[in-house]
């Protein structure tokens, strides 16, 4: 008896491992929160629970970025 929830097509099983390979690859990249938190926390320098103009000055300079205030507004 064969399982009909089961592909017979070796090449359609073979693709669909290679498709689920390349998508828990790119899940596995995303930051988690605490990631994103923790970046936030860099940007947000007086803990204001918001990323403002000075803040994003601040950061462009400590990094040696060159941007326009009319970029950063």
Same mark, same amino acid.
Do not use: H, W
């Given at each position: 008896?064969?399982d009909?929830?089961?592909?017979q097509?070796?090449?359609l099983?073979?693709? !669909?491992v *290679?498709?689920?390979k390349i998508?828990l690859? @790119?899940l +596995?990249?995303?930051?988690s929160?605490?990631d994103?938190? @923790?970046a936030? *926390?860099?940007f947000? =320098? =007086?803990?204001?629970?918001e990323v !403002?103009?000075?803040?994003? *000055? *601040?950061? +462009?300079d400590?990094i040696g970025?060159q941007i326009?205030?009319?970029e950063?507004?």
């Amino acid at each position: 008896m064969v399982d009909a929830g089961i592909p017979q097509d070796t090449e359609l099983l073979r693709s !669909c491992v *290679r498709y689920l390979k390349i998508i828990l690859n @790119k899940l +596995a990249e995303r930051p988690s929160k605490i990631d994103i938190e @923790k970046a936030f *926390r860099l940007f947000d =320098g =007086g803990a204001k629970g918001e990323v !403002c103009a000075a803040d994003l *000055r *601040r950061i +462009a300079d400590q990094i040696g970025e060159q941007i326009s205030d009319e970029e950063i507004a």
